[in-house]
C-alpha cells in the first residue's frame, strides 16, 4: 500500500485475504469444468485425453482462459470492506461463469459447421474458443469501476456486457461475410487459415471492447456513445490494418488467396497482427 513517497507493506490479514481470494477464483474454475463435464452429452475425459479431440479441446481452453479474464477483474477490487471485496467475487463469479455456460449454446448457432463431418474441425473449435475468450474480456470489463448506486452499478453490467457480446457476434457474422475473404463459409468448410483470421480479429476485437467497457460510469449517454465510437473505430482500423498488410507486408500474395489456399503459417501473423494493434489500441487513454 503507498502512503505519500513511502511504501507500507501489506499485513498478515492482508495475505489471507488475497490467498482466500485465489481458492475462491480456483473453485470456480473447477466448478465451470465439472458442470461442463456433468452436461455434455458425451464423456469429456475420453474426448479430451484418450480421443485427443483437437477442436473441443479449444473449446474447452477457451472458456477456461475466458473465465479466468473476466474473474481477474474481479481479483484487483479491494474496498474498505473484506467481506463486500469477497461479496463482489462470489456474486461476480456465479455471473461470469453462468454466462459463460450459456454462451456455449449460443457459440454453435454463430459459429457453424458446414456438416456434422466438420462439427470436430480444429477450424471451428479454434474460431468459437476465440469466442469465448473475447466474450471474457467483455463480461470481466462489465464488472470493473464503479456506480452513483448499486442498481446503475448492475444495469450498466448487464447492458454493456450484452451489447459488447452483441458487437462480437454481429462482427463475426458480418465480417465473415465480406468478399473476397468469406471467412465464415471458409471455416464452416475447415479452413484453418481462415480460422486464425477470425480467432485473431474477435480476440483483437474483445481486447478492445474491453477498453471500451471497462472504467467508471459517468451517465447512460457518454457511456453509449463513447462504446459505440470505440467499436466502430476499432472495426475501421482493423480493416484497415488488412489492407496494409494485404498491400505492404504480403507483398507475394494477397490474405484473400492465403484464405483459399489454407496457408495456416501466413494467417497466423495476420492474426498476432491483428492482436498486437489490438493491444496498442486497447490502452489508449481518451
Not at 139 to 146: D, E, K, M
Not at 189 to 217: D, H, W
Request: net charge neutral; glycine share 10%; with cysteine.
Amino acid at each position: 500500500m503507498r502512503i505519500g513517497q513511502y511504501y507500507e507493506l501489506p499485513g498478515l490479514g492482508d495475505y489471507g485475504l488475497a490467498c482466500l481470494k485465489l481458492v475462491i477464483f480456483a473453485a470456480f474454475i473447477v466448478l465451470a469444468w465439472a458442470i461442463i463435464n456433468r452436461i455434455t452429452a458425451f464423456d469429456d475425459h475420453r474426448a479430451l485425453f484418450e480421443e485427443r479431440k483437437v477442436a473441443y479441446a479449444l473449446q474447452r481452453a477457451g472458456l477456461v482462459f475466458g473465465q479466468a479474464i473476466a474473474l481477474i477483474a474481479l481479483l484487483s477490487v479491494k474496498s474498505d470492506s473484506a467481506w463486500e471485496d469477497l461479496a463482489w467475487l462470489i456474486g461476480g463469479g456465479i455471473w461470469i461463469t453462468a454466462l459463460l455456460l450459456g454462451l456455449r449454446y449460443l457459440a454453435p448457432l454463430v459459429i457453424s459447421a458446414g456438416s456434422p463431418e466438420l462439427e470436430g474441425s480444429a477450424a471451428v473449435g479454434l474460431v468459437r474458443g476465440s469466442f469465448y475468450a473475447a466474450s471474457g474480456l467483455v463480461i470481466g470489463a462489465g464488472l470493473t469501476g464503479s456506480a452513483p448506486s448499486l442498481a446503475t452499478a448492475l444495469a450498466s453490467t448487464f447492458i454493456f456486457t450484452g451489447l459488447g457480446i452483441a458487437v462480437l457476434v454481429g462482427a463475426y457474422l458480418g465480417n465473415g461475410s465480406i468478399p473476397p475473404f468469406n471467412l465464415n463459409a471458409r471455416v464452416k468448410e475447415g479452413n484453418l487459415a481462415a480460422a486464425f483470421i477470425a480467432s485473431g480479429f474477435t480476440i483483437a476485437l474483445g481486447l478492445v471492447l474491453r477498453n471500451a467497457i471497462a472504467g467508471e460510469f459517468v451517465s447512460w449517454s457518454s457511456g453509449l456513445v463513447g462504446f459505440a465510437a470505440t467499436a466502430v473505430i476499432a472495426l475501421a482500423l482493423f480493416y484497415l490494418l488488412c489492407v496494409v498488410i494485404d498491400l505492404w507486408v504480403i507483398t507475394n500474395t494477397t490474405l484473400a488467396k492465403v484464405v483459399e489456399g489454407n496457408h495456416e503459417v501466413a494467417a497466423a501473423v495476420v492474426a498476432v497482427a491483428l492482436i498486437a494493434m489490438a493491444l496498442g489500441v486497447s490502452v489508449i487513454a481518451i
